[in-house]
């Protein structure tokens, strides 16, 4: 998963320049669904994810933890940055 986001944030911030952002990406993996279909899975998975680590009544600590735990692998072994997950998933995981 990890290679695969990564490999399409490069593509689409390649062509948005320094107009990148979580819908756009979005948009982007939308337009591109041929090509990039299996990074528009995951990040729909994704957002899934998150909308309910955020809907289910979790303290604000539980929930940076759960947010912390799920999300931090794709930054493993410089697949992403932080900043990079953020936009892609609409959330703020400091």
């Known amino acids: ?16 320049g320094d107009e990148t ?3 756009g990406f979005r948009a982007w993996l939308e337009q591109n669904k041929d ?10 998975s994704l957002r899934g994810m998150v909308a309910s680590i955020k809907s289910i009544g979790l303290s604000s600590l539980e929930q940076a933890h ?9 930054m493993v072994g ?11 998933l609409g959330v703020d995981l400091s």
Not at 1 to 16: D, F, G, I, P
Not at 35 to 44: D, K, P, R, S, W
Not at 66 to 74: E, F, G, N, R, V
């Open 35 to 44: 090509q990039q279909g299996e990074a528009l899975a995951y990040i729909t």
């Open 66 to 74: 759960s947010l912390k735990t799920a999300i931090d692998p794709l």
């Open 78 to 88: 410089g697949g992403l940055q932080r900043k990079e997950v953020e936009q892609m």
């Open 21 to 23: 952002s979580g819908d």
């Open 1 to 16: 998963m990890r290679e695969v986001l990564a490999s399409a944030w490069k593509a689409y911030s390649t062509q948005a």
